[in-house]
């Protein structure tokens, strides 16, 4: 099968292309991908001289270049590329709006025109914020509640595709996951922000109280979740993917780290809140347990083990976008004051 994969040279994307040639090597994978920022083309440099992956450079709103990727026979479509950090989307929200919404509106317009399956890899955020020591969590059902420009340009995307389902009757499917964590995460997210900080010896810079949840879910786990609804998952629906049983808070998660890495407490420091922090994420994956037997395979206490050993090994991946993170951190800190 030819499969066209967005964004494959970022971070769940890189991981993808690598868990998929290495589960289905007889299919051919064409990674389109316009090389931003926060690509780094050395997550796959083991991949590049297989003779079943094709890399294109290019931009998911140009519709002549989506086109013709799209007219060399795909058959699938795991659509991944995207502007994602929300800090970013408060900085610069038209970026956000031009890739997320045009271009995913691009992709479906090609899609549609070959009548392609098409999967959606979208983000919990599009539900809102839960209240801290709750028992809810977000399901398929929850309405869509978005609060930053990022979520609001996903909410928007998600909307598209459900569009294109009910009104062409486009082969689609969703996934709203939540926060990744793994090798080839760029070091401007939270947990290889804290592991680089730790690295060079700087503290880890805490939002706001600490006391914000995120449901964090190792990498290659989602991209299990997503093979099996690219697999067996029901047309025209999405699946909730999550990570945790039990709540941890950005300072939690903090001490774990700083036990992992032989560090104290002094390594931690608290800076001014992002404006508009969701307090609390939390996912209901029963359904994609139910229907499609996923559940996830490591336990945190593995995938941050495992987070932590591959960042201290891989600086000369690393440490290029960790210049340009954290000159954007010092821009953003001096915008705000
Ligand atoms: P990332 O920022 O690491 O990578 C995004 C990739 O998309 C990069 O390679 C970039 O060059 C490419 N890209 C951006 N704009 C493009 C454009 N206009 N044309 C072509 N390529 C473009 O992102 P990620 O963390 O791997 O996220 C992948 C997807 O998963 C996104 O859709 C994101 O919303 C979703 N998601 C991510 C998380 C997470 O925790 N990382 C959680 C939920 C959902
Ligand atoms: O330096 C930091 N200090 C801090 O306290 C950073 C970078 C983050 N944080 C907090 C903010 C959040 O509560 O850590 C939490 C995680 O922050 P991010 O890594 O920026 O992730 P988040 O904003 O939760 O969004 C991520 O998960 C959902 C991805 O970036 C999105 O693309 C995805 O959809």
Redesign the pocket.
Known sequence: MKILITGGSGFIGSNFVRFWLSRHPNDEIYNLDKLTYAANPKSLSDIESNPHYHFIKGDICDSKIVNETISSGIELIVHFA?E????RSLDDPLSFLKTNIFGTHTILEAAKKFNLRFHHI????VFGALPLDSPEKFCETTPYDPRSP??AS?AASDHFVMAYYHSFGLPVTITN????YGPYQSP????P??ITNLIDGQK?????D?L?V?DWLYVTDHCRAIEAVITKGKIGQSYNVGGLVKDVS?LDLAQIILKIMSKDEANVEH?PD?PG??RR?SMDWTKIQKDLNWQPSLTFEEGIMATVKWYQNNEIWWRPMKIEAEEF?RRLAASRK
């Open positions: 995207a994602t950090h929300v800090d979208s983000t919990d955020e990022y979520s996903k996951c939540s926060n990744n401007e997210k939270f947990i922000r804290m880890i810079p805490i939002y706001g600490g914000y995120r950005n800076v992002r922090h969701d994420y951190y």
